[in-house]
């Protein structure tokens, strides 16, 4: 098949393309994130979501270097496994004078660069070395601009307004380039060169260079960005360089350590833990993952909650961190522009010209479903694996402000399911995961009356009302404990009752506004086994659903399945495939004993990491059938990396093996542990509960998987159900 593939005005690439321009290179710290092409240089081209971006802002849309006018060779391109340096190697071909002489022969001239951020700042570091056995004379050329625009216009969205570009400042090391934004800041980008180049014009920058054989010639590049001239003042490279790796090295030590017999699932899990790492944002309330790059590179509500819950194993400072900052923004008015209502979660912050100017609604912006009963469900089981009970009083108020607003604003016609009804004319329509416009709709595709009722968000409410009804209970506050527990069996009861479509053996994705089912077959009834609400009698039925053909395509479980009325296996939402959405589903069919399912999707997303460049799983792509000899197929847009992608590896791995934890006892415990035939071991590094810490290996037998502990601290208990 063709490696592209162009469908009306969208363009769709199989992953693995040799076209080498069509694949970037991310590199993020802190609010700064910076995208390149493979040679290492930032173009406008394909989608145009090159670039170097700080709060919202692309600061840098232009980088470009050329030799004697023309674009050298790639020979190579790669970023570290830690995900802190990008190092590329190139050359040129032949290069001819004007007269037409040979000058430089190809392959003779190497230019290498090594590029990092840090502490928000970008650093390159490019040398040039001469392999021929004469002199060389060339001429080098740095390309800069710089657009200044918000994210949302990078994204496609037309302004009717912008602010104006400053003149250009010049001197011996570099360029300055700024613009004065409608919202009243001066944003600036500051470009260094050491040594001064010979020649600075408006966005360029020159050096003529003469190289005797063998010998080297190194350049450095330094870029801040600065808002109202904030601009953080540059370290030397090598000096920018230690401090990062340290960081690195110290973040790397905090996750529980994951090996297994299988290099390329090692591959899976180090570029997975490795693209945490580098989403994680620290905020004064603790550490953020940032959704994904380039377009959603905040924090959202939804995304940091179902990310911590993955690496809740591996890592529940993230968590810890998650819970904290989503209480601090949590809504205490109603603000119907914003979606807002009292106890609320966040749906998304953003920061940048547009959101400042309200051009957008998402500054500080509500308009999920989801987020609430999620944020007391990600509380219990963050109390389940840590006891950090000092923790859960310390948000306990917030905890009851969100069981409030699922009561008294979540059920608006007031039938006992939380639903949703958009309030802001510029908000988001459909506001559960799946927030497409068209995500939601009936069996022969028309669209839902509002409010709309989510499958999903139903076992969401459930687990919530459990998790609270536990947490309470430690709290001594039986009387509210008790409620919750009832409120929680007659909702599971009323949702079997109404949701369950026994014609197409499978959940409805919602209930209209007039409380007519969708009968849709999607994955969003897989997530009523993740939060337990599914009766015992409807899940076998229900998981033969999700692993038909019609399903589950061999590379993952489809957001909708095959002959559905807007089945698209290349749309957002209606047919593609979300890592997240099987890890949540997995994990649902091992809490129910279906660990061979769950092994089923495990591997087809392995196979998938396998096929992806860097071994790194993007938001989604697309729902094609999986056939012998041909890689899956990449959606256009889709962030990469992106937290909750990166974090399904881990989930899908807890589902297999089991795992559970009890902070009272303590004890670390393995339900029925699995592993797929194509992983022997695992061993399990660092692993704690409390004041305890084991090491362990899990080990493939014929019929079962057997646990040694290699390494126990403290007082803590490791049992294995089999």
Not at 30 to 51: K, S, V, Y
Not at 174 to 197: A, M, N, V
Not at 228 to 247: G, I, V
Not at 286 to 297: D, K, S, T, V
Request: aromatic fraction near 10%; charge should be negative; charged fraction near 25%.
């Amino acid at each position: 098949m063709e490696e592209v593939i162009r469908i009306h005005d969208y363009w769709y690439i199989k992953a693995g393309s040799t076209r080498a321009d069509l694949k970037t290179r991310v590199l993020k710290n802190g609010e700064a994130f910076a995208i390149f092409d493979r040679f290492g240089d930032i173009q406008q081209l394909g989608i145009g979501e090159q670039g170097l971006f700080y709060e919202g802002t692309r600061f840098l849309s232009q980088l470009e270097v050329l030799i004697n006018e023309r674009r050298p060779m790639l020979l190579n391109s790669s970023v570290s496994h830690d995900n802190t340096l990008l190092t590329i190697d190139l050359t040129t071909s032949d290069l001819y004078d004007e007269e037409g002489n040979l000058i430089i022969n190809k392959s003779k001239l190497h230019i290498f660069r090594s590029k990092f951020l840090w502490q928000e700042i970008y650093y390159e570091h490019i040398r040039f070395t001469n392999y021929s056995d004469a002199e060389l004379s060339f001429n080098a050329s740095f390309l800069v601009d710089a657009d200044f625009a918000d994210i949302f216009e990078v994204r496609g969205l037309d302004r009717e307004n912008r602010g104006e570009l400053q003149k250009v400042e010049k001197d011996n090391g570099g360029l300055g380039l700024g613009y004065k934004g409608l919202d009243g800041i001066h944003y600036r980008t500051g470009i260094e060169f050491d040594p001064s180049p010979q020649t600075v014009t408006e966005k360029r920058v020159e050096y003529n260079l003469s190289l005797q054989p063998c010998q080297p010639i190194n350049l450095y590049l330094r870029i801040n960005f600065a808002k109202n001239q904030k601009a953080k003042p540059p370290l030397a490279f090598d000096r920018a360089f230690q401090d990062c790796r340290e960081k690195t090295i110290e973040n790397r030590g905090a996750f529980v350590d994951i090996f297994s017999s299988n290099e390329q699932f090692n591959s899976w899990l180090e570029r997975s833990a490795s693209d945490l790492r580098l989403l994680l944002t620290d905020t004064d309330e603790g550490l953020y993952p940032f959704a994904g790059i380039p377009w959603f590179c905040t924090q959202f509500g939804r995304d940091g909650i179902i990310t911590a819950m993955q690496c809740l194993w591996i890592y529940p400072d993230i968590a810890k961190g998650v819970l904290a900052y989503l209480a601090r923004t949590q809504a205490t008015e109603s603000m119907p522009e914003n979606d807002a209502e009292p106890g609320k979660i966040l749906h998304e912050t953003r920061k940048g010209e547009m959101a400042a100017l309200k051009e957008i609604p998402f500054s500080q912006y509500y308009g999920t479903v989801d987020a609430t009963p999620m944020f007391i469900l990600l509380a219990g089981r963050y109390y389940e694996r840590t006891g950090d009970l000092d923790f859960i009083k310390s948000i306990w108020a917030n905890l009851l402000a969100a069981l409030d607003w699922i009561d008294n604003y979540g059920d608006i016609d007031k039938d006992g399911f939380v639903d949703y009804q958009r309030k802001s004319t510029r908000g988001i329509l459909q506001q559960g995961w799946k927030d497409s416009n068209d995500s939601v709709f009936h069996e022969d595709g028309t669209n839902c009356s509002s409010p709309i009722a989510l499958c999903e968000v139903q076992g969401y409410v459930y687990e919530a009302k459990l998790q609270l009804s536990a947490m309470a209970n430690v709290l001594g506050e039986q009387i509210l404990s008790e409620r919750l527990e009832a409120e929680a069996a007659a909702l599971k009861k009323r949702f079997n009752e109404k949701f369950w479509l026994p014609e197409i053996q499978t959940f409805a994705i919602a209930l209209d506004g007039d409380k007519n089912p969708c009968k849709i077959r999607s994955s969003n009834a897989g997530h009523a086994l993740f939060c337990g609400i599914a009766d015992e009698e409807h899940a076998g039925e229900l998981i033969q659903t999700l692993l038909s053909k019609d399903s589950f395509s061999g590379w993952g479980i489809r957001t909708v399945a095959y002959g559905e009325a807007r089945y698209n296996p290349m749309s957002y939402h209606n047919g593609s495939i979300w890592p997240h959405d099987n890890a949540i589903i997995a994990m649902g069919m091992a809490q129910y004993g279906f660990k061979d399912e769950a092994a089923m999707v495990m591997t087809g997303l392995f196979n998938t990491a396998i096929h992806v460049d860097l071994q790194r799983l993007p938001e989604l792509f697309c729902g094609f059938e999986r056939r012998l000899g041909q890689e899956p197929t990449l959606y256009p847009v889709a962030c990469s990396p992106q937290a909750w992608a990166s974090g399904a590896v881990f989930m899908l791995l807890q589902a297999c093996i089991g795992l559970k934890f009890s902070s009272r006892k303590p004890e670390i415990c393995f339900h029925r542990p699995h592993l797929p035939d194509y992983i022997d071991s695992i061993r399990i590094s660092r692993l704690k509960v409390k004041n305890g810490e084991v090491d362990l290996i899990l080990r493939r037998h014929t019929h079962e998987v057997g646990i040694h502990v290699i390494r126990k601290t403290g007082d803590i208990d490791v049992a294995v159900v089999l």
